[in-house]
């Protein structure tokens, strides 16, 4: 089981690669920030996709999605000088809190 979860954190990896990626293409008017997103936003599904072979798609993607959407979310603070408001924050917080409660309490993961 801990291999899917290499999968998946590489698939999480990749997409937030390919999403800061995409925010540097400026539109895809940059061209190599344009092949960087194609190329991260391909392995993150191929890497998804190895994930699905072990675990069930919904908690898969919801994982993949809520962690890559917050740690996007730092990264844009962090390169991009993004200053997200009150609401903003207390939004990722509950998806955090999602994702913990998939993990911990949900019977569709494997422990």
Do not use: N, Q
Not at 30 to 44: E, H, Q, R
Not at 79 to 91: I, Q
Not at 98 to 109: D, N, Q
């Amino acid at each position: 089981m801990w291999k899917y979860y290499l999968f998946l954190a590489g698939a999480i990896v990749c997409e937030i690669a390919g999403t800061s990626a995409l925010k540097a293409s400026r539109g895809f008017t940059v061209p190599a920030w344009a092949v960087l997103t194609a190329a991260a936003y391909g392995c993150s599904f191929w890497l998804l996709g190895l994930t699905l072979k072990g675990m069930s798609l919904g908690v898969a993607y919801a994982i993949w999605a809520g962690v890559g959407m917050v740690l996007t979310a730092l990264v844009g603070m962090v390169v991009f000088k993004e200053r997200p408001d009150l609401p903003a924050l207390l939004g990722i917080g509950l998806i955090l809190i999602g994702v913990a409660v998939i993990h911990l309490f949900s019977k569709t993961v494997s422990h």
